[in-house]
Structures are given as C-alpha cells and as structure tokens.
C-alpha cells in the first residue's frame, strides 16, 4: 500500500484567498444548502471557492449507497427539501454564476430516484437566470428511461454521469452499481435528447491497465459521451470501506490520456492529478464549440 500522506510534489497548490473561502462557507451554512466539496473531500476546495465557484449538491448530504471511493456519509437520508431548488437558484444568482453543476447523492429510496429535484433545481434556475449555462451530474436512477426522461425534458446544457473505474474494477470500487448499467445510462440520455451534451469521468490509479482506459474510452464513445474527464484517485479515509492508492500517475501519463481521447474522437478530455469531474467544468463545456467549429 502506497503512503498517501506523501503526495508527489505535483499536487502542490497555492495558498486560495481565504477570505473568500470563508464567506462561500457562510453562504452554504445560511442556506442550508450542501456541495461536494465539502462532502467528498474535494482536493480542490480551495482554488474552487477561491474564486467563488462550487458544485451544488441536491437532496441531502447521506447516500444510499457505499461507493468504497467516496467520502459522502452512507445511511438513510433525511425528507426531501422542496425548498431546496429555490435556494440553489438564489445562491447561483448571488455568486454571479455563468456556469453551474448540480449533482446529489443517490436517492434509491425515492420513486423517482431523486430526478424530479433536478429536474424542478434545473427550472428554478432557469427561472432566475435564464442566460446561465446548467451541467447535472447524477447517479443512475437505475437506468431506468422514465427517471432519465424527468431530467432530460428539464433541458441541461451537459448531463453527466460517471463511469468511474475500468470494466474490472467496478464492482470493486462501486458495490451498488454497474458498469454497463452507466453506460444504458449515458446511451438513454443521448437517444432521449441528441441534443444534450454527456460527459463522464474516470479514476485513476486504482491498478487499471493502459489497455483498460483506452477499453473505457472506446465504451463511451460507443455510448455518446462527448467530454471526458480523468484525475488520480485520492483515498478519502485510512478506513476498511475507502480503497488505497495503488500509485500514483505521473502528469506526463494524464496528458498522454489527453492526447489518446482526443484522437479517439472526444470532443473535449481534462485529465490531471487534480481533475475532477466538475472541476473547471465550463473549460469542457467550450472546448466543445471550439471544436465544433474548426
């Protein structure tokens, strides 16, 4: 087991503007309201917060599920907030927001796995700031074409969902979920909406293969993803259920993963030590027009 205490010097970061920092943290305390950069031990916090950005996430802050790489609380959820998609709007208004990303816990307690709250955060926003440009980031609603149609009809800018790991490693690093189930997803929400962009994001160094990732990017192309985002898997807890680093991926192999994506047909990959899915999300979402129009 690598010693994760020492992180290679590439993970070095600069000091964020605290003060910032601090006046985002009151903002969500005041409201209510949860992000996963706080939820999942996000890496990148600080710069994020720093510069007035967050990722919002819906319907509580305990998951029904036991992802072993992710630091959300698993347990029973609270009630779902019906004003909940109000304040997220507000809140977008108030930090002055070109670009957002809403994702959530898993809700398979909920009928509608929790995507009437996307759908009804989507409209809300839509409401408020009609110029702004909305990302959702869910977890499968099970795959099931009726739950995806509640978000798609909502009209997202990107819909994203997150393959996570190679085919091998899934059940693995995913207990509860399913390879090829993220894949009916990423396919449903193209046939539901060609319109819509999809995006999906992959872990690294977990002990897949080279052979593995380029299989990943093969499957979701095959599937309709059009972004693509890979970072180095960070171990949340020295606890049983967290998974260990195998090792650490060095920056030079993230931009040969950049390279192999674009050539293979993404219209946008971010791969990094410290990219995550939502990171700098609105880059992905350009690099997109860019390339559709050379």
């Given at each position: ?16 503007d605290m003060e910032k920092v601090r006046a985002m ?62 304040n997220v709007a507000r809140a977008v208004q108030k ?192 690099e997109c027009f860019a390339v559709a129009g050379k």
């Amino acid at each position: 087991m690598l010693d994760t205490q020492k992180l290679p010097p590439w993970f070095k970061q600069e000091i964020p503007d605290m003060e910032k920092v601090r006046a985002m943290k009151n903002m969500f305390r005041e409201t209510g309201l949860h992000t996963v950069c706080e939820s999942a031990h996000c890496p990148n916090i600080g710069e994020c917060w720093g510069r007035g950005t967050a990722t919002f996430m819906i319907l509580g802050d305990v998951c029904t599920r036991a992802c072993r790489f992710c630091a959300i609380v698993s347990g029973r959820p609270l009630s779902v907030d019906n004003s909940e998609p109000e304040n997220v709007a507000r809140a977008v208004q108030k930090l002055k927001l070109r670009y957002v990303v809403i994702t959530s816990v898993a809700r398979d307690d909920l009928a509608d796995e929790g995507a009437g709250q996307f759908a009804e955060t989507i409209r809300e926003i839509r409401n408020l700031l009609p110029e702004v440009k909305i990302e959702i980031l869910i977890p499968d609603f099970s795959a099931r074409p009726e739950n995806l149609k509640i978000a798609t009809d909502a009209r997202p800018d990107v819909f994203s969902h997150n393959i996570e790991s190679v085919a091998r490693l899934s059940k693995k690093v995913r207990p509860q979920a399913d390879y090829e189930r993220s894949l009916r997803v990423l396919k449903i929400i193209k046939e539901l909406d060609p319109a819509v962009m999809t995006k999906s994001s992959l872990m690294v160094g977990l002990g897949e293969t080279e052979d593995e990732i380029a299989d990943v990017m093969r499957d979701l192309l095959s599937a309709g993803c059009e972004i693509l985002t890979i970072g180095q898997y960070l171990s949340p807890s020295t606890e049983k259920r967290h998974l260990p680093v195998e090792r650490f991926v060095t920056p030079e192999e993230f931009a040969g993963y950049k390279k192999l994506g674009l050539e293979m047909g993404f219209r946008s990959v971010m791969s990094g030590p410290l990219v995550r899915s939502s990171y700098i999300a609105e880059e992905g979402y350009n690099e997109c027009f860019a390339v559709a129009g050379k």
